[in-house]
């Protein structure tokens, strides 16, 4: 009997772990619409932007030199509960000239 619920355990986890792996996968984001563009050769620019958080119910904003001259700024997607409606704030990009943005950056 005590096999029998070793075996049973076991069976479980392995079930569980498979489920929490297969949830993550890009495949699954990628049809959700969720994953990363592709950067082809891998050759884009990787240094983290920076993020200013805003109280909730506000988007937060991330900016970053995106070029020589050019910096990029964007904010995050709002969702919420109107009475018995979901409410969709888009996520905003704005490119803008700035001079403190220069190559290699």
């Known amino acids: 009997m005590r ?3 070793r075996g049973a355990m076991a069976a479980l986890l392995a079930v569980l772990l498979l489920a929490m792996v297969a949830g993550c996968s890009r495949e699954y984001q990628d049809k959700r619409g969720k994953a990363d563009a592709p950067v082809t050769g891998r050759a884009g620019e990787d ?3 920076e993020v200013y958080n805003f ?3 506000f988007g937060n904003l991330a ?3 995106i ?4 910096r990029g700024y964007v904010t995050t997607k709002s969702v919420h509960q109107e009475d018995d409606e979901t409410v969709v704030i888009p996520s905003n990009a704005v490119v803008v000239d700035d001079p403190g943005c220069r190559a290699g950056r």
């Open 3 to 5: 096999e029998l619920r």
């Open 47 to 49: 240094t983290p932007a």
């Open 55 to 57: 109280p909730d119910g």
């Open 63 to 65: 900016t970053k030199c």
């Open 67 to 70: 070029g020589p001259g050019r």
